[in-house]
């Protein structure tokens, strides 16, 4: 059992990461207009985070310093600031999709309207990033979030037609403007920022030292793969129900179709328990990612470690994040809509973010022997050209697409 809840970091970094509330529609809308067809994306998606993810996490075992401080200390402050700016404006704006995430969830839980559940969300969000350990926290919800494997189960219950399916997958077939600005959605939204921002700061939050090395890359390959798996299995299961009709899929209760199509009432609830987890787990990876990145460029003292009135500056960055987030939804945006908006930022912002931990990650200053293989190194520049491709094509692709709508 220990060795399972070794890689909760993972897990909970992971269904954070590939299934939150921009991912349970994007995938299951890749599935519904697609069919399989981007299942490749998704793919592309889980080997570039877990190569950059077993790098930062690598770093911040190593040197016990995270990834932000590192970024700072070797490419200088000029530079690092730079990308602080644009990875917190990413990750606020995230912040507020993922805790109108938990609204909708609760919405489709209750039938009561997400706005009056926004407040509460919000400011349960920052009570549990507040008064919750770091170690209950990954556990909690990193295990939780697996309620989503019903759409995995829900494959088999369903008439589902593996040999069609399949040769989506192996037969992509592009289809225009929409379906590229779609796959640029799904891998941006697959290696968010705050995704390797959390899990590098989160080994030092687990006081991670050089034996734990292994730990560290079951984390990220384990962990990773299995946000990857409930991310196709979303995609499939629309693919499946939706697909064959031409029907798109744009709200919550869309993306629960299938598991209740396939198991009725209690498909359904483990669903929206499933939906809760991610979108809460993801707001407690995001809202923190906010504190590690901005304490660590200005070396203030942070982490859940520390008790709260020695890393106070840390805990108001993310109190004012949350606050920032909650009134952003207030406006009445729409969280989907939002989300939609905040992924193009996040592929516009990916080279900065990676680039670093390619640089640092091959620093002996820092690393000793224990700096990138040729391996890593030509997968981690292979991965970058296509991070750089992304951000580059993300803007003129929603413009194309009309607002990616």
């Not at 700072?72 to 995430?101: C, F």
């Not at 009056?116 to 009570?127: D, H």
Request: with cysteine.
């Amino acid at each position: 059992m220990k060795r399972i809840f070794t890689v909760t970091l993972g897990i909970l970094t992971a269904v954070g990461g590939f299934v939150d509330v921009g991912d349970l529609v994007a995938n299951s809308q890749a599935g519904a207009r697609y069919g399989m067809r981007q299942a490749w994306v998704v793919v592309l998606g889980v080997l570039c985070i877990c190569v950059y993810a077993e790098m930062s996490g690598r770093v911040a075992v190593v040197s016990g310093r995270a990834t932000f401080d590192l970024v700072r200390a070797r490419l200088g402050p000029r530079v690092a600031l730079a990308n602080l700016a644009g990875s917190y404006l990413v990750t606020v704006l995230t912040l507020a999709a993922e805790i109108g995430g938990v609204a909708l969830a609760l919405q489709l839980a209750s039938g009561v309207p997400y706005l009056i559940w926004v407040p509460v969300a919000g400011f349960a969000v920052w009570l549990v990033l507040w008064r919750l350990r770091f170690s209950i926290m990954e556990k909690v919800f990193g295990i939780a979030g697996l309620a989503l494997v019903v759409f995995t189960v829900a494959l088999v219950k369903l008439p589902t037609d593996w040999s069609a399916l399949l040769g989506q997958a192996v037969r992509p077939a592009p289809d225009g403007v929409r379906y590229w600005y779609l796959a640029v959605a799904l891998f941006a939204s697959a290696v968010s920022p705050y995704e390797v921002l959390f899990f590098s700061s989160g080994a030092i939050e687990e006081r991670w030292t050089g034996a734990d090395l292994a730990t560290e890359r079951a984390n990220a390959l384990v962990g990773f793969a299995v946000g990857g798996l409930l991310g196709l299995s979303l995609m499939a299961t629309a693919a499946v129900l939706f697909h064959p009709t031409g029907a798109d899929v744009t709200t919550f209760d869309q993306v629960a179709r299938p598991a209740a199509v396939a198991f009725g009432r209690i498909g359904l609830a483990v669903a929206i328990l499933g939906f809760f987890a991610a979108t809460f787990g993801a707001a407690l990876e995001v809202g923190l990612a906010t504190g590690y990145s901005t304490a660590q460029y200005f070396g203030w003292q942070w982490g859940k470690f520390v008790p709260p009135r020695q890393a106070a500056r840390f805990h108001t960055v993310v109190l004012v994040s949350v606050l920032l987030g909650t009134v952003v939804l207030l406006t009445m945006v729409d969280p989907i809509r939002l989300t939609i908006y905040m992924l193009v930022l996040n592929a516009v912002v990916l080279p900065l973010t990676y680039l670093p931990i390619l640089v640092v990650a091959n620093d002996r200053d820092y690393l000793g022997d224990r700096v990138n293989g040729r391996l890593a190194n030509l997968l981690g520049t292979v991965f970058l050209v296509v991070l750089v491709v992304a951000a580059v094509a993300a803007v003129p692709l929603l413009v194309l697409a009309g607002g990616g709508g």
